[in-house]
């Protein structure tokens, strides 16, 4: 199974269940840590590579929804995997609403929970490399010229070269050789690649895009 380097985390007050958890998945070899309180988890140290919360619904102090609320207001990322001996149907939906990758019931069935895990692992995969590849592209484009720029802007409104030397008081072949020097810094293979790289970094309105 994938997860040599991810990190599963369990919060969860019942000792025993906890424990077993903790085992489940390491024998699978993810990373489990185990914690017994909403408290607790938050004086970790966040994994550095993909994760999933095991997340209890009902523990001291504070209930697992409330806290997968209070994270998304907080814009931490990480995918939940709900476990609980007293769900019913309307907080199965809120959780799912909210974004939770599974809601799952007392006692816990491991290839049940090993693959909501997995999921949400995957995700959590993904999402990282998504950040990862438009971090890289922000630097690229950060070693555009202020020309460069404007002209990568110009291109991802539709703009043609004839206009865009109009637009900006510069010949035609020069707004070319800037495009030119912007699509190699950038990596883009064609114009449409090139316009699709602006999208991302949202140089556009999307109201702007054609017009």
């Given amino acids: 199974m994938q997860g040599i380097n991810s990190t599963v985390l369990v919060i969860e007050d019942d000792v025993e269940l906890r424990n077993s958890l903790g085992r489940l998945l ?6 489990a840590q185990l914690f017994g309180s909403v408290s607790e988890f938050l ?9 999933c919360l095991v997340l209890d619904v009902r523990l001291p102090g504070q209930s697992g929804l409330n806290f997968q609320r209070e994270l998304a207001a907080a814009n931490r990322e990480i995918p939940v995997v709900f476990i609980t001996a007293h769900g019913d149907i309307r907080m199965s939906v809120q959780a799912m609403k ?10 816990l ?14 995700r959590d995969r993904a999402r990282r490399e998504s950040e990862k590849a438009l971090a890289a592209l922000r630097a690229r484009f950060g070693s555009l010229s202020p020309r460069e720029r404007e002209i990568m802007v110009q291109v991802a409104r539709g703009r043609l070269s004839k206009q865009i030397a109009n637009d900006i008081g510069i010949s035609e072949p020069t707004v070319k050789v800037h495009r030119s020097h912007a699509m190699r810094k950038m ?5 449409p690649e090139f316009g699709r790289m602006a999208a991302k970094l949202d140089l556009v309105p999307e109201k702007s895009q054609g017009s």
């Fill in 109 to 122: 069935r491991d290839d049940e929970l090993l693959d909501a895990v997995q999921l949400g692992l995957a």
């Fill in 26 to 31: 390491r024998s699978v070899g993810l990373d």
């Fill in 187 to 191: 990596n883009a293979r064609s114009l």
């Fill in 43 to 51: 004086k970790s140290n966040p994994p550095n590579g993909p994760a």
């Fill in 98 to 107: 909210d974004g939770a990758i599974e809601f799952l019931t007392k006692p």
